[in-house]
């Protein structure tokens, strides 16, 4: 299943920008106009204006993308973003502000295209294809996520990752209604126990095809190039989250009956608080290609 990997994560300098809160955003799929607009309001530097830039008058064709490619450049330079100095797997945390559910554990790293691609990218919106593609050539870096589903029956994957974070200091964030803590963490033989268990799971669902998609295309347009392939073209930054004392299949069954009026692709919230798939992951950490 999942060939996971640690990296060097690119993380907003909170010397720079003050709280987290606000410079996160929602995966572009959440984003409404109005969102959009409120989102601009929060900080100069908050995540949409580089995942979901906004149309301005006069912009043509490609414009809106590249205003968000300039911005992202700018805030490298500037120190609005930084590099970590070793790989790691960023261990996270999320929970209901009010506490009605258990936390969920899960972890950011980069995964293997190939090991993630026995979903069909060609039900996802063709467009938000087009304009993640977009970014990651002109970037050179993959900005949101691809999120996926593990399952862990056995809390095998949960119990590690509580076990790694366990009385350390996290980076913490809340929006949307969710508590976020963030670990960094670059222990090799932690990396080493994780990436066997990822290997090791069965069941795995993706939630989000556009970002799974347009890396794919990336891949084979590097394949396909005279020029040499770019390392990390064959990884995808992934959100895993893990599904814990339940089997995949029937916790999917159950999100299938929530909306089926609602035929775009997006995050997934399960029933009878079982477990919810963050819905602000934008900005936590993204992945710059060596």
Known sequence: MPNIQAFRGLRYNLGHVGELEAVLAPA???????DQNEL???HPCNFVRLNCNRTEPGDVGGDRLE????????????GVFERDGEAAIYVIQVEEENGDTSPSMGFISIAGIDS????????????A??????LIKRCEANLN????????FDAKIELLLTAQVANKAPVQAEANGLKFKLWIENDLHFISSLSALAASVEHMAIANLESLAAAEEYKKSCSDSSNDVVPQSDSVLSCCMCVSGLRLSEILDQAATLDSTNT??????????LIRIPVILSGLVVNVFD
């Open 28 to 34: 572009p799929r959440f984003i409404a106009a109005d």
């Open 40 to 42: 601009y309001k929060k």
């Open 67 to 78: 205003r968000a490619v300039r911005y992202f450049r700018n805030w490298q330079r500037e």
């Open 116 to 127: 993630l691609s026995s979903s069909h990218p060609e039900a996802a919106d063709r467009s």
């Open 129 to 134: 294809i087009d304009s993640e593609l977009h």
């Open 145 to 152: 996520p691809v999120t996926v589903l593990l399952e862990d």
């Open 264 to 273: 775009s692709p997006k995050l997934i919230e399960f029933a009878d608080g």
